[in-house]
């Protein structure tokens, strides 16, 4: 079966420092897909980033971040000089390879940024 | 702004009644999926439409049903409500199949709905 598991609840931090959020995923396919969205208070599920189970590669996007690890199972998430404007909840997500619209999501890690 | 918008942001009802929550795409996204948010959780896959067909459901019982139209709009209807049924239901759009492997679903900004 395939789960995603947040462990970690809610992070609190001050603005301009670093924050990882943490991403474990099961899956018994050999061809996946991971995700990472953002969910502010208005409710809206916005895309991050996807990356596919053959793409170890790890990405830099602006202060944004991601760390995939196989061998690990771990696909794990980074802001750099966190903002206010960061504070959301975030969901890590993975879908088979044949339907990438059916996501399965783990339960979110509330993010809030102090000025 | 993803282009996808859910009619109407807020709803109650009571236990036993019949819901219709309502969606629109963005033109040329032929694949609609609805999701499932309870409170402190993450979203859960409810079902997806392709074309005005059923492509693929969740673990949701038969009372929930669901229709797309050729306009790029789609329906979530759900009989019978229980307490439980009280989250917010997203919809999710996007280009193409669903066997393309789409970058990304859009998202709307969901339905609230409160069983009483």
């Known amino acids: 079966a395939q789960k995603?598991?947040?462990?970690?609840?809610e992070i609190s931090v001050v603005e301009k420092e670093d924050?990882?959020?943490?991403c474990?995923?099961?899956?018994?396919?050999?061809?996946?897909?991971?995700?990472?969205?953002?969910?502010?208070?208005?409710g809206e599920l916005v895309f991050l980033i996807r990356r596919n189970s053959f793409d170890e590669q790890n990405e830099i996007s602006g202060r944004y971040s991601w760390n995939f690890q196989k061998s690990t199972s771990s696909f794990n998430f980074t802001i750099t000089?966190?903002?206010?404007?960061?504070?959301?909840?975030?969901?890590?997500a993975l879908s088979e390879s044949y339907n990438t619209d059916k996501l399965i999501?783990?339960?979110g890690t509330r993010l809030q940024v102090f000025p | 702004e993803t282009?996808?918008?859910q009619s109407p942001t807020h709803l109650i009802k009571t236990r036993g009644q019949q819901v219709t929550l309502r969606c629109s795409s963005q033109s040329g996204h032929n694949t609609v999926s609805w999701y499932q948010q309870a409170l402190g959780q993450g979203p859960q896959f409810i079902?997806?439409?392709?074309?005005?067909?059923?492509?693929?459901?969740?673990?949701?019982?038969p009372r929930f049903s669901g229709l797309q139209f050729p306009n790029y709009s789609s329906e979530l209807n759900v009989n019978a409500l229980e307490l439980d049924d009280?989250?917010?239901?997203?919809?999710?759009?996007?280009?193409g199949a669903p066997t393309a492997t789409n970058e990304k679903l859009f998202f709307g900004s969901g339905t609230q709905l409160s069983v009483l």
């Not at chain 1, 099961?26 to 969205?37: A, H, M, P, Q, V």
């Not at chain 1, 000089?81 to 890590?92: E, H, I, K, P, T």
């Not at chain 2, 997806?48 to 019982?61: A, D």
């Open chain 2, 47 to 61: 079902f997806q439409y392709y074309r005005e067909e059923e492509n693929g459901r969740g673990n949701f019982p």
């Open chain 1, 4 to 9: 995603v598991t947040q462990a970690q609840t």
């Open chain 1, 81 to 92: 000089a966190s903002q206010v404007v960061d504070s959301a909840v975030y969901f890590c």
């Open chain 1, 105 to 107: 999501f783990g339960t």
């Open chain 2, 3 to 5: 282009g996808v918008t």
């Open chain 1, 24 to 42: 474990v995923y099961e899956t018994r396919d050999t061809t996946y897909y991971l995700f990472w969205y953002k969910q502010p208070p208005s």
């Open chain 1, 19 to 22: 924050v990882t959020l943490d």
């Open chain 2, 86 to 95: 009280s989250a917010l239901y997203l919809c999710a759009s996007s280009f």
